[in-house]
């Protein structure tokens, strides 16, 4: 057995020229281009990745803004929505206030006219109380004489002021004796001389007759008005009636 | 006997004797590789692979065998 | 019938004996660099048939470097590639008429060795410092460097007779068969020998890169399981 020494050296020598060979002209070549490649695709993938990003971007932004969008929309509503409802309130509430009103006033004018058509009433109850009055003493009222009256008369016509009573009946201006029946001349007589003494002047009156006073008998003259009849007497009970306050 | 019948018949025992134990060994390393394939179908490329390699290994046995076997045959220090 | 174990030199350049596997491993190199050229002169982004393949070929073998090593594969890449491509090839020449294949000698498996020893030696001391490295002879203990001494040895050396014996004993045994049965009989010999060709080269290749990648990581980690490889 014998080992070729030479052999081995020269072996030795081709592979590390081999190695430097292929190392230089095959394998670091084949990595180059592999990392080249490696590296486009990396250069594409960040692109790639770098366009989703914007697109993702985009997509966020539309999404906010579709988002901003719907809540001004949702604030619009809202807003219209309670100005609706506002104005409803404020309508429905106007509407109270005038149904109330208008209630007040019906009630007001029910009462009212309920007031009035009792008041009504009671006047023509009054009224027909009165008639009934009035007929009933229409029959006893002509009995009366005429004497039941004149002192009545008298009375009331010292109760006048002196400047009236003095202006009464003066023989420029004659004072008007209304009585329910004619007078007879005496009865003529006794009235003008009782009205002469209650005026202290000498009275110039002018008679007639007028049945509506039942009884009695009524003095006019220049300012004043003496009722003493049965008449006027009904007259202010009937108001006194028909205004109970008053 | 002389010395070159001796190396003769011991480069035989050698090569003989050199087979013998790696195939047996191969025998025992194929049939576990095949029993793991069958269990694990989808990991047989990394089973082979191995397999070979350990087949490469065992059967170097049997080449140092062959070697011995060689050197006894044509550079047998011994004969003269 | 000649001895495998002896060459004879073709001719003499001066004092020097120029042998066939000399003259193969010759042929050989010129046959990659000069592929190697006519690759690397098309090299394109987008990748013809011819560089998908080494490309392919050069992907695997950078994943196989990374799975045994552990690490990034660029510093060991050219040797290791260059080991695998040179040994394949070397091989598979055999099946050329006339061819020897340069690895069914010992001189060039122990070129090989030689190379795959210096740089375990250069990428341990690169990593771990000449003290680091040589620490890591007395793992587990100092009782241990003898035999990792010779374990060092012994390892390339039968890195060498592995591939020696394999390459060899095909052609001894095609030599054979032809001498006793004539053409065409040892051609299933041959087909097999391609394939022992292929996986012994990828056997060297990958002890050379588990040799180197404890190498460098037994610094790191002490009393790795690749280290009794025989």
Redesign the interface.
Same mark, same amino acid.
């Given at each position: 057995? #014998? +080992? &070729?020494w030479?052999? +081995?050296g *020269? !072996?030795?020598i081709?592979?590390?020229?081999?190695?430097w060979? *292929?190392?230089r002209?095959?394998? #670091? @070549?084949? %990595?180059k $281009?592999?990392a &080249? #490649?490696q590296a486009?695709a990396n250069a594409l993938l960040d692109d790639a990745k770098a366009a989703q990003d914007k697109a993702e971007a985009a997509i966020r932004d539309a999404e906010a803004e579709r988002d901003r969008t719907i809540a001004a929309r949702e604030a619009a509503l809202d807003a219209a929505r309670k100005e609706a409802e506002g104005q409803r309130a404020k309508l429905v509430e106007a509407a109270h206030a005038e149904v109330q009103r208008q209630r007040a006033d019906a009630e007001m004018a029910i009462t009212h006219a309920r007031g009035q058509a009792e008041a009504q009433m009671a006047r023509h109850a009054n009224e027909l109380a009165a008639d009934m009055a009035a007929r009933l003493l229409e029959g006893p009222g002509a009995k009366l004489p005429l004497s039941a009256f004149l002192p009545e008369l008298g009375q009331a016509l010292s109760a006048l002021p002196e400047t009236t009573r003095e202006a009464l009946a003066t023989s420029a201006e004659s004072a008007h004796l209304l009585s329910a029946r004619p007078l007879g001349d005496q009865d003529k007589a006794a009235a003008h001389e009782a009205i002469s003494r209650a005026l202290g002047h000498e009275a110039s009156l002018t008679f007639d007759a007028d049945p509506a006073l039942i009884a009695g008998l009524r003095l006019s003259g220049g300012m004043a008005v003496l009722d003493v009849n049965l008449r006027a007497d009904l007259d202010r009970v009937t108001a006194k009636l028909d205004n109970p306050d008053g | 006997m002389t010395v070159e019948e001796i190396s003769v018949l011991s480069a035989a025992i050698a090569v003989s004797f050199g087979a013998l134990g790696p195939g047996l060994g191969e025998g025992r390393a194929v049939a576990a590789a095949l029993d793991a394939i069958a269990r694990q179908p989808e990991s047989a490329g990394t089973i082979s692979r191995t397999l070979f390699v350990g087949l490469a290994m065992i059967e170097t046995m049997a080449i140092y065998c062959l070697v011995v076997a060689l050197?006894v045959l044509?550079?047998n220090?011994f004969v003269k | 019938m000649n001895s495998p174990? =002896? $060459?004879e030199p073709v001719f003499h350049i001066g004092p =020097? @004996? =120029?042998?066939q596997? =000399?003259v193969a491993?010759?042929a050989i190199?010129a046959l990659?660099?000069l592929g190697? *050229?006519l690759?690397?002169r098309s *090299?394109? !982004?987008r @990748?013809g048939k011819v !560089?998908a393949v080494? /490309?392919l070929i050069?992907?695997a073998l950078d994943d196989q470097i990374r799975d045994v090593v552990q690490s990034d594969p %660029?510093p060991y890449?050219?040797?290791i590639?260059?080991i695998f491509?040179?040994v394949l090839i070397a091989n598979w020449s055999g099946a050329l008429p006339g061819v020897e294949p340069?690895t069914a000698?010992? /001189?060039?498996d122990? %070129?090989?060795a030689?190379?795959v020893f210096v740089a375990t030696i250069y990428h341990g001391v690169r990593s771990n410092g000449l003290v680091g490295y040589l620490k890591t002879f007395a793992e587990p203990t100092w009782i241990m460097i003898p035999l990792n001494l010779v374990e060092q040895i012994t390892r390339t050396f039968s890195l060498i007779i592995r591939l020696f014996g394999n390459v060899m004993s095909g052609v001894f045994v095609i030599g054979i068969m032809l001498s006793l049965a004539g053409l065409l009989v040892p051609i299933p010999l041959m087909a097999l020998d391609l394939l022992t060709g292929a996986v012994q080269a990828y056997i060297f290749a990958i002890l050379g890169c588990v040799f180197i990648g404890a190498a460098v990581s037994e610094g790191r980690d002490a009393g790795s399981p690749e280290r009794s490889a025989s």
């Open positions: 057995m #014998r +080992i &070729d030479w052999t +081995i *020269l !072996q030795t081709n592979l590390v020229v081999l190695l060979l *292929l190392g002209f095959f394998f #670091r @070549p084949m %990595a $281009v592999v &080249d #490649r486009a | 050197l044509f550079a220090p | 174990l =002896v $060459v =020097v @004996p =120029v042998t596997p =000399v491993t010759w190199m990659m660099v190697a *050229l690759l690397k *090299l394109t !982004q @990748p !560089q080494a /490309e050069t992907g %660029a890449r050219v040797l590639g260059t491509l040179f340069p000698h010992l /001189e060039t122990a %070129a090989l030689l190379l």
